[in-house]
């Protein structure tokens, strides 16, 4: 199996990295939550920590009590 390398900043990059955003988040289809797409470290966020204790923090004001029982 031949695998192509490809930098992050490039053209191809961000086209392959739009192609999968319209591909699975239309409309009405968008997830509640997008977990382990590693993308943060495109946008230089320095780790996950905060992020864990903001969902957790909405998950726990959330209404939906399957969010909670995660």
């Known amino acids: ?6 930098d992050i ?3 191809t ?3 392959i990295v739009e192609n999968i ?3 699975n988040l239309p409309g009405n289809n968008m997830p ?7 993308l943060s ?3 230089d966020v320095s780790g996950m920590k905060v992020l864990t204790e903001h969902l957790g923090n909405e998950i726990d004001k959330s209404p ?5 029982e995660m």
């Open 41 to 43: 470290v495109i946008y």
């Open 32 to 38: 509640e939550l997008i977990v382990g797409t590693g």
């Open 1 to 6: 199996m031949d695998v192509e390398l490809i």
């Open 21 to 23: 955003k319209q591909a």
């Open 64 to 68: 939906k009590r399957h969010l909670r």
């Open 9 to 11: 900043y490039s053209d």
């Open 13 to 15: 990059f961000d086209d």
